[in-house]
């Protein structure tokens, strides 16, 4: 074979430059498609996010521009496409029910949400309580047990009997031929454990626990206080068994007299409400209320006669075995010398009530930590005992005379 010459040799160099640039070309082509089309992903990723929010918006501005619901109370179910409501504004109406709603939910007296143009039903809204309800002192099921309470053996026993038995054996009853009782007033001075009774009753029974204070019930605006007490009877029938507790009764349930100021009536109506509620046509089930006061003198007949707080319990001041026992129960925890003589102490404190007691024995261990020792002699607790019984001294000239003779 004839050797090239030399413009074949250029020929051949160029065809070998001209296919690696293309084949570098076609790679860098390749790369720039792969780019693209991940440009575009991310492109067609980004539509659909902003048209997916375009159609939420679209979908909040249908739901400003609907006109408004009212609200509205259920009373009868009519057939399957119609109901009567009593709407907040007044009036009574039979309205027509849309289809979305479910019939099983329609029941007397429930929340309803009206079309403002149509007066259709559109939906059944949650029940909801009055705030100040909520607000109230709550527990599902409180720590204190029977023997957490020394020296009311008898106050005990009683409410066993009227409480905790009509809940835990109600078939009891049945076979008797007997109602249980209604309701329970606790009455007696100031400290001497009403409050720990009823706490102790709802852990027994694994009750639910509401307390709330009578002068709570006493609101500024007329019908207030009336609503109030309607809301919370309503509260307690939602989850039974309940403890309605109802302390320092005596600020709405006092003697109505003929001569009163207008805050007096709007006192007066509350109480009304409250012996309405008391009394009641409707049967409240596992709802027991107790109730407390240091002054049943002067307690409205109408609200202790029978029927409404069938039993009345007395809470003395407890005797010499009394104040034992409640020393006992609140030394349980604390650290003792072997000298303390608790039949000493229950001598020297006649006339001290279970929270004098419980105070008497928090000043003993404070005058050990002032003293910087771990165990509580004797005689912390008899200079403990001297300064509750000064306090003691400054709260006689004030107490009724019945209670601090």
């Known amino acids: 074979m004839p050797p090239k010459s030399k413009d074949d040799k250029i020929d051949q160099e160029m065809e070998e430059i001209d296919a690696s640039y293309l084949l570098s070309y076609t790679r860098h082509l ?4 792969k780019r693209l089309e991940t440009e575009k992903q991310v492109v067609e990723g980004e539509r659909l996010r902003l048209q997916r929010e375009l159609n939420n918006l679209r979908s909040e501005l249908e739901r400003l521009r609907a006109p408004p619901l009212f609200t509205g109370h ?29 019939l099983k939910d329609l029941r007397p007296n429930v929340r309803v949400a009206l079309n403002q143009r149509s007066f259709a039903i559109v939906d059944v809204l949650p029940e909801t ?19 957490d309470i020394g020296g009311l053996k008898e106050q005990i026993q009683e409410l066993r009997e009227i409480v905790e038995l009509p809940i835990k054996r109600p078939d009891l009853f049945e076979k008797v031929g007997i109602d249980p009782p209604k309701g329970v007033l606790l009455h007696g001075p100031p400290g001497t454990g009403k409050t720990l009774l009823a706490r102790a009753v709802a852990h027994e029974t694994d009750a639910r626990f509401i307390r709330i204070i009578g002068s709570e019930l006493v609101q500024k605006f007329i019908g207030e206080g009336a609503r109030l007490v309607r809301e919370i009877f309503r509260f307690a029938q939602e989850e039974t068994p309940t403890i309605l507790f109802i302390d320092e009764i005596d600020a709405i349930g006092s003697k109505r007299l003929e001569t009163a100021t207008s805050g007096d009536r709007e006192v007066q109506r509350t109480l009304m409400q409250l012996l309405s509620c008391l009394d009641g046509f409707e049967n409240r089930g596992d709802v027991k209320v107790i109730a407390a006061t240091n002054r049943p003198d002067i307690l409205d007949p109408a609200l202790i006669r029978p029927g409404r707080f069938d039993r009345l319990i007395e809470v003395p001041l407890p005797n010499l075995e009394g104040r034992k026992e409640i020393f006992k129960v609140h030394t349980r ?3 003792l010398s072997k000298n303390v003589d608790m039949d000493n102490l229950a001598s020297i404190t006649e006339g001290f009530s279970g929270a004098d007691i419980k105070n008497a024995c928090m000043e003993a261990g404070m005058q050990a930590v002032r003293d910087s020792r771990v165990r509580i002699q004797h005689k912390d ?25």
Do not use: C, W
Not at 75 to 97: K, N
């Open 30 to 33: 390749e790369r720039q498609k």
């Open 74 to 102: 259920l009373i009868e179910v009519l057939d399957e496409q119609t109901a009567v409501v009593r709407s907040t504004t007044g009036p009574t109406m039979v309205v027509s029910i849309s289809k979305k709603v479910n």
């Open 129 to 147: 309580h009055d705030p100040l309800v909520r607000a109230m002192e709550i527990e599902q099921r409180p720590n204190v047990s029977y023997n």
């Open 333 to 335: 925890k604390m650290s």
């Open 381 to 405: 607790f008899l200079i403990a005992i001297e300064k509750v019984k000064k306090r003691a001294k400054i709260k006689d000239n004030n107490a009724p005379a019945h209670y601090f003779s």
